[in-house]
């Protein structure tokens, strides 16, 4: 009987758990070789042709089994789920079978009513499952099938530590029972107690070495773990046993795309991605999903990686073009691709056949507001939020790039939407191990959207000893952390990281970085140019200098990006070689883009290998601004007032009304200062306000002014105490700390 062969029920449970049918349908079938004419394989072997959607053939073999009483509850439960399935229902087949279940179901034993609970367990009814799982131990507690499936049927209830009892008591009855082992492993992993999980795996494998279940469960766990080495070791593993094991190759292909970064060698592995999938489960649309899920929001919106995903996707819609989940992941790709009439068509599909899909209406407002229908945007945003409760990351989100196209809020509030999006994005992930969800639930996509938002409000100068650290840089650097732990391999993740650690002064850790991106990606512009910041912030011209003709010779156009003029005019000011640094901020001044807006700032667009290059990379206006002060500062240190003030009057103007703009004041207080108008630098640092971005940088400018030129301690101190009363976080109270001690060794200076 089947039922003796633990190890190949187990496999078919194992399958149908995790969605691969047509595995589950070869499986049983192997399995009626040996055990010719086995009701419970043959079972089992219909129930995976009827989740593969193969419905006719399926109900043909379901009708042969209704006489058999261990399976008669069972087989009627398929029997009407698979009438539910097809296009017009028979209602009238669907109220018999009903019927005919309510009859059987008080006369049955412990066995059927385990078949009974498997098969709604199956078709993802767990609740009713419990029902029938709960008559079956009280009718047999030794009956290791329903204990090991009322463990499982309480994890997916989202009752896992009740789940262990149950797991437990079927082990010592039965210690070679691969499925409890799984259970339990599976109960520990839940805890995060990995290594015991993995003990227990092991232990199947150590009965059976190429029993591929376990061996892909081993594989999950070494990610768990966060080893994404000993994770592609064990795929590799997976592979020797079946070369076209489906989620040995989605490990191969997200290690090489997380981990290693390596997009060239991942296009093989999506060859071999799809074929698998294409031979081991060709009905399978959510195994295509699924993973195109993942590698679309890992990528970087890599234009090669988008494609491939965008492929997988189009997969699953050719079996399944309905299902709403497909047709709103359709949507957001194609807004990854910036394709928006796609996009938009993807939603209103989605919406159309599932009005109550709030994917697909998040998804239809992301669109009006990247469309400029504000007003409409703004009106299903204050609908939703009404009538949800509490406020949804997804809410959040779009409340938030709401407020930034419509230019309505300071940048602080729209920070603060922000960060709402990201407090909530975040909570999602807690109690999740690394793996396929975790990173489909991280959405670096979405992450570094944020983290840029953030930079985008952040001073671009690097703080000096002793000085308060942003609180953008604070959130950015934590947001980083995580993300840079869970995807190694993305590259931009990494930049932004020694991007902040640069700003944070931490030029060890930034150049740490830096070389690892290199390391990874020897044609990484950017890194060369943020490397040369890096040395020239530590004073090492010839370094940086050096680090700049090495991003220049893996892209000569670096040459017409004004970054490259403004990191050598730094150089040459560093090395007090004012004029030059004048001559190149003034090509710099004239490129396209630069003086006047260029080009609009969309949606970051997906970027191949090529466009990855600086050439490509957007002058934003932070980089413009900071060509426009530079000069104005060199102009200042060569005495050039009325030039300096001519162009600082040129950038006050081009960026009225912007984040940027409290950081022009900031140099016009400089200038002021080198005439030595004082109380005009006084005038124009108290203009800037708390909610702008310079604020804090402005305050500390204002109390060294009535320390240093007005010898006035008391409005130094209290300037600093009104710091602290409007944004009292714990940096702005170590800068009140830090001015009581500047005052106090003036003092003790001074006797």
Not at 151 to 163: H, P
Not at 223 to 232: A, H, R
Request: proline share 3%.
């Amino acid at each position: 009987m089947a039922e003796k062969d633990l190890y190949n029920l187990s496999k078919i449970f194992y399958y149908f758990r995790e969605r691969y049918y047509n595995q589950a349908y070869t499986t049983a079938n192997e399995g009626l070789k040996r055990f010719v004419n086995d009701g419970i394989l043959q079972f089992y072997s219909a129930l995976a042709l009827l989740m593969d959607v193969r419905l006719h053939e399926a109900m043909r073999e379901l009708e042969q089994l209704r006489n058999k009483p261990e399976l008669a509850v069972a087989t009627l439960l398929a029997l009407a789920y698979g009438h539910k399935q097809h296009k017009i229902p028979d209602r009238e087949a669907i109220a018999e079978l009903e019927v005919k279940i309510k009859e059987l179901r008080k006369q049955v034993d412990d066995t059927a009513l385990f078949y009974a609970a498997h098969t709604l367990y199956i078709i993802g009814k767990a609740d009713k499952a419990m029902e029938y799982i709960e008559r079956a131990t009280k009718q047999n507690p030794t009956n290791i099938f329903a204990l090991t499936l009322k463990g499982w049927i309480l994890i997916s209830n989202d009752i896992a530590k009740e789940s262990k009892q149950y797991f437990d008591a079927a082990l010592k009855l039965e210690s070679n029972f691969p499925d409890a082992a799984f259970g339990y492993a599976k109960y520990r992993e839940i805890r995060s107690n990995f290594s015991q999980a993995l003990e227990y795996v092991n232990r199947v494998l150590a009965t059976k070495s190429d029993y591929l279940p376990a061996v892909l469960e081993n594989m999950k766990l070494q990610l768990c773990m966060q080893d994404w080495e000993q994770c592609e070791d064990v795929a590799q593993r997976a592979f020797r046993i079946d070369s076209n094991c489906v989620e040995a190759h989605k490990y191969h292909y997200l290690y090489l795309l997380c981990k290693e970064g390596n997009y060239t060698d991942a296009q093989q592995a999506f060859n071999r991605l799809l074929q698998s999938i294409d031979i081991s489960e060709p009905k399978g649309a959510w195994q295509y999903f699924e993973i195109s899920q993942v590698v679309a929001r890992v990528c970087g919106r890599n234009s090669q990686i988008l494609h491939q995903s965008d492929i997988l996707l189009q997969r699953a819609l050719e079996l399944d073009s309905a299902n709403a989940d497909y047709l709103i992941e359709g949507g957001y790709q194609a807004l990854m691709a910036t394709k928006m009439n796609e996009a938009i068509k993807f939603y209103k599909s989605a919406a159309r056949t599932h009005a109550d899909n709030m994917g697909a209406v998040y998804g239809i407002i992301h669109c009006q507001i990247l469309e400029g229908k504000f007003a409409e945007a703004k009106q299903q945003i204050e609908f939703q939020h009404e009538v949800q409760s509490g406020n949804s990351a997804e809410i959040a989100h779009l409340r938030a790039i709401l407020a930034k196209h419509e230019n309505t809020m300071v940048p602080d509030q729209i920070v603060q939407l922000f960060d709402s999006a990201a407090e909530q994005h975040f909570k999602n992930l807690r109690g999740l191990p690394l793996g396929k969800k975790y990173l489909l639930c991280l959405n670096p996509d979405f992450i570094l959207e944020i983290v840029r938002e953030y930079m985008n409000n952040t001073s671009l100068k690097p703080v000096e000893s002793g000085q308060a650290l942003d609180p953008s840089l604070r959130k950015s650097a934590g947001i980083l952390e995580q993300l840079t732990k869970a995807v190694p391999g993305l590259l931009e993740g990494l930049f932004l990281l020694a991007k902040v650690k640069y700003l944070s002064g931490d030029t060890a850790e930034a150049k740490s970085v830096l070389r690892r991106i290199i390391d990874q990606e020897a044609t990484y512009s950017e890194a060369y140019i943020l490397l040369a910041q890096v040395y020239t912030r530590e004073g090492n011209t010839h370094l940086a200098y050096e680090s700049l003709e090495n991003g220049l010779s893996y892209n000569f156009d670096l040459k017409t990006h004004p970054i490259y003029h403004l990191i050598r005019a730094r150089i040459f000011k560093k090395e007090q070689k004012y004029e030059e640094a004048c001559k190149l901020l003034q090509s710099a001044l004239n490129l396209p883009g630069v003086k006047k807006r260029h080009q609009p700032e969309t949606l970051k667009t997906p970027r191949s290998k090529s466009e990855q290059m600086i050439s490509s990379v957007p002058i934003t206006m932070q980089d413009r601004v900071s060509v426009f002060l530079e000069l104005a500062e060199i102009q200042i240190l060569l005495n050039r007032i009325h030039e300096a003030s001519i162009l600082l009057q040129e950038a006050s103007t081009e960026f009225q009304g912007t984040s940027e703009e409290s950081r022009i004041l900031l140099t016009n207080v400089d200038l002021a200062l080198k005439r030595g108008d004082i109380n005009q630098a006084i005038e124009i640092l108290i203009q800037i306000k708390p909610d702008q971005t310079y604020y804090l940088q402005s305050r500390e400018k204002l109390a060294e002014i009535y320390l240093k030129h007005r010898r006035d301690k008391k409005l130094f101190i209290k300037t600093y105490k009104e710091l602290v009363d409007r944004n009292p976080t714990p940096e702005a109270l170590v800068i009140l700390g830090d001015a009581y001690m500047s005052i106090m060794e003036v003092c003790i200076t001074n006797k």
